[in-house]
């Protein structure tokens, strides 16, 4: 077995076990009123990144040259990386008119864009760009955990309406921010001067425990929706998940840094009196460039914005089918001034494409097949899943992201759902 199916087998093993939620199911009937679900969820997209990086990660080694190279010349200039891992459990009441759960999780998540210009001056230096300018400016990475306990309901108030509410307290973990607003670096031939233009903002808590019960911040976020059916097996549905903030302590540590550097380098004609000479990296003042101070901070959580439409049908293999469109919202710094550019500021600053998704169910002999094909999200690309589940569904399996069978394997993602029924 090569190295790649050993990636792929201990990502399967560790990460996936997932739970596919009533909101994005809503063709899957209750078999019984009450049910608990374990969840976790792992994925991994990269635009640029392939196995070989994975493999170097998994099994150790040395990043080469050539893996450095390859990751430069992918042949997107805009490096994406967005990274989730979710894991909990979830119980389940349900009646004729309302669906009650509670929801307890532990969300991790990763979202990074860079310009290849960023690689080369880590990978490579400046020695070989004198005389460019390497451009870094739009640089975002965000990584965020925080655990939720989550109240949802769903109530029917009239035959043909269904109600969406939820209210979720967030106890914060870690967070950590680098926005680079603006940031040049011009290298002169031969290395005679140096032109650093650098505008950064970063946001970090205390990063000393990773430990599950450690608190750096609380919050809050809501759900809501409405779901309409025409009487014709056909479902219309709109819901917002996840809106909400979370307000980081005091201690956290709030940095920015907006200044130009110009270095200038010596001619040494005589190295009699070399001593006497002095560089003028020597008057710069560090703290001048970048500062730090102990500060609370508040930012807002991802949020998902969903429009869709569902169609049951009496088939002797085909439940449904449907489409539906998703939207992030995610601004990179937190406000009180509600309005709608933030709201646009939120989707695009999110680095989340709309996603269009169709899909369908079958069923046949006792296994029922979700299937799908969507185009947008974090890469913009074509998205191919698949979830094989037995009659009863006690058990799935499938994952989000065949599409990497065929795309060296930047994307992976796999799914598994155990359930119980009583």
């Known amino acids: ?29 209750k078999i019984k009123n009450e049910n608990i679900s374990f969840f976790s969820m792992f994925q991994l997209e990269s635009n640029n990144l392939e196995h070989e990086f994975f493999n170097t990660i998994l099994f150790g080694g040395n990043i080469n040259q050539e893996i450095k190279n390859n990751w430069i010349n992918s042949g997107s200039q805009t490096n994406k990386i967005h990274s989730n891992i979710s894991h909990g459990i979830s119980y389940r009441f349900s009646n004729p008119k309302t669906s009650f759960s509670i929801t307890i999780s532990d969300v991790n998540h990763l979202n990074a864009i860079f310009d290849d210009d960023l690689l080369k001056l880590v990978f490579q230096g400046n020695y070989h760009y004198q005389n460019q300018t390497l451009d870094i400016s739009n640089t975002i990475f965000r990584g965020e ?16 309406i269904k109600i969406e509410t939820g209210i979720s307290y967030l106890h914060g973990n870690q967070h950590v921010s680098y926005l680079v607003n603006e940031g040049t670096f011009y290298t002169a031939p031969n290395g005679t001067s140096l032109d650093i233009n650098f505008d950064l903002n970063s946001f970090r808590t205390n990063i000393s425990d990773f430990s599950i019960i450690n608190t750096n911040g609380n919050g809050a ?67 001048k460039i970048y500062t730090e101070k102990n500060n609370g901070f ?63 169910n079958f069923k046949y002999k006792g296994i029922i097949l979700n299937t799908g094909i969507s185009h947008g999200g974090y890469l913009d690309n074509y998205k191919i899943y698949f979830i094989l589940s037995n009659k009863n569904q006690n058990i799935s399996i499938g994952t989000y992201n065949i599409e990497g069978v065929f795309n060296n394997w930047k994307s992976l993602s796999t799914f598994l759902n155990l359930t119980t029924y009583f």
Not at 145 to 160: A, D, E, L, T, Y
């Open 1 to 29: 077995m090569n190295k790649l199916s050993l990636s792929f087998l201990c990502f399967i093993y560790f990460f996936t076990i997932n739970y596919y939620s009533l909101s994005q199911n809503l063709e899957l009937k």
């Open 145 to 160: 955990r925080f655990q939720g306990i989550n109240f949802s309901n769903f109530h029917k108030i009239k035959p043909n």
């Open 221 to 287: 976020a809501i759900n809501f929706g409405t779901y309409l059916n025409n009487y014709n097996n056909e479902t219309f549905f709109f819901n917002v998940r996840d809106l909400g903030f979370i307000k980081w302590h005091n201690q956290s540590i709030v940095g920015n840094s907006d200044t130009n550097i110009n270095i200038t380098g010596l001619e040494i004609h005589s190295f009699d009196n070399l001593m006497n000479y002095t560089d003028s990296i020597e008057e710069i003042n560090l703290e």
């Open 298 to 360: 508040n930012t807002f959580t991802k949020s998902n914005i969903t429009l869709g439409y569902v169609k049951n049908v009496n088939n002797k293999y085909i439940t449904n089918y449907g489409f539906s469109i998703i939207y992030k919202w995610h601004p990179y710094e937190f406000t009180k001034n509600i309005s709608f550019s933030l709201f646009q500021k939120g989707l695009s600053e999110s680095g989340f494409d709309p996603m269009i998704k169709f899909y369908s």
